[in-house]
């Protein structure tokens, strides 16, 4: 039996479906991805309130990057004896934890233990939910279960950086990032409430997600992946800095067009089921090369608010989906190990999303948004590439 399999975290047939356990984990997954890049809509004033500059402020996303990374790939074998049910209540308590210190802290250094903690919140979460979910209701109906969790963070996508940007106008930084707090805490009296026992299955270890990289259609596809994700964030980042200072925005500007952002991203998240049927591999190389392009556009066309708006529509509209992509090949490549591909992914993600950020803050520091922007594109280019050389082997193995 492949370990990664649907066999790991059987249904148990005699319970019936914990469809609140899973509306609450969608909770944690808006909870998630706010904590995650609030940030992104906050820069400015957490570098004035904190003496540093942009591009250090940049790095509380970077911080947790890096402790998803370690998380994810580790936490199935740490927690290989816990009940499952026990890891996700820690891990919601994590979020409320997180998010106390970072809205508490007094320096750079309390700041980036908060967000330490939110990263192993984000990677052991992100690793575990979908295996929780395929025990916690039928297997039929678990794509509707995933579907739910998705749309927690489709939701958030679209309100949390512009709800930060205006909470943050009004009641500060500290404010904006205390407000997950409650949040964290209802999902977290939701789950002790409504998820059951799920007594951990055979373990699985590190070593047999990192077996998937010997095939060579799998660790191309990986490497595009990382790319795709360090160009996306190290433009994404920094973009409250690039608004206020290029484009010359004020915060309900700035806010108004992160919604807009986020409104085109659920409109793509809605429309690229449709491209994919056609052809996936088109999809995963035409978007980054795409993006790449806006990037340049952006660096010629930032002062003029009416062009920017536009292209960081564009921006939303094609990079938002694009993991819903990356995982319709994940499960058409590996549907055997979509569960230890799913981790690796996870790990490749938030290591990609560390990477962008901080090479986009050094730059941004260095030499200003141009820099970042221009290598931005670069790496995007780079990933559809990749995703042609992902094309290509993928071929190669069906014939």
């Known amino acids: 039996m492949t370990v990664g399999t649907a066999s790991s975290c059987d249904v148990i047939p005699d319970r019936s479906p914990a469809w609140g356990a899973v509306r609450a984990m969608s909770l944690c997954c808006m909870v998630l991805v706010a904590s995650e890049f609030m940030p992104v809509s906050l820069l400015t004033p957490i570098a004035a309130d904190l003496h540093m500059t942009e591009g250090q402020a940049g790095q509380a996303i970077s911080v947790s990057g890096i402790f998803a990374v370690l998380t994810s790939l580790s936490i199935s074998g740490l927690t290989s004896r816990w009940d499952r049910r026990t890891v996700l209540l820690v891990l919601a308590l994590s979020l409320i934890v997180s998010g106390t210190v970072v809205a508490l802290a007094p320096n750079y250094s309390v700041l980036m233990l908060g967000r330490a903690v939110l990263g192993i919140a984000i990677g052991g979460f992100w690793s575990m939910s979908a295996a929780a979910v395929m025990r916690l209701v039928p297997a039929d109906s678990v794509p509707r279960a995933l579907a739910i969790l998705q749309g927690g963070t489709a939701l958030s996508s679209i309100i949390a950086a512009p709800l930060g940007s205006f909470l943050g106008g009004y009641i500060g930084w500290r404010g904006a990032f205390f407000c997950v707090v409650p949040l ?8 002790l409430a409504k998820l059951p ?47 206020e200072m290029v484009t010359h925005v004020d915060v309900p500007t700035l806010s108004l067009i992160l919604l807009l952002l986020g409104i085109t991203g659920l409109a793509g ?52 989906p694009a993991p819903v992509a990356w995982n319709t090949w994940l499960t058409r490549t590996l549907p055997e190990d979509a569960e230890a591909g799913g981790g690796l992914m996870v790990a490749a993600i938030q290591l990609a999303i560390t990477l962008g950020a901080t090479i986009g803050g050094l ?24 995703a042609f050389v992902t094309k290509r082997t993928g071929s190669s193995v069906r014939t």
């Open 184 to 191: 964290a805490a209802i999902a977290l009296v939701w789950l």
């Open 197 to 243: 026992s799920m007594h951990a299955g055979r373990p699985t270890g590190s070593g047999d997600v990192f077996k998937l990289l010997r095939r060579p259609v799998v660790a191309s596809g990986m490497v595009a992946i990382t790319l795709f994700f360090m160009g996306q964030f190290a433009l994404f980042t920094y973009l409250r800095p690039f608004l």
């Open 269 to 320: 998240t809605t429309l690229i089921g449709t491209f994919l049927k056609n052809g996936m591999y088109g999809v995963m190389i035409a978007i980054p090369l795409a993006m790449a392009g806006i990037a340049i556009a952006l660096v010629a066309f930032g002062n003029w608010l009416a062009g920017t708006a536009i292209l960081l529509g564009a921006w939303g509209l094609l990079g938002t």
């Open 363 to 386: 730059l941004f520091d260095m030499s200003g948004y141009q820099s970042t922007f221009s290598a931005s594109a670069a790496i995007l280019v780079a990933a559809g590439l990749m």
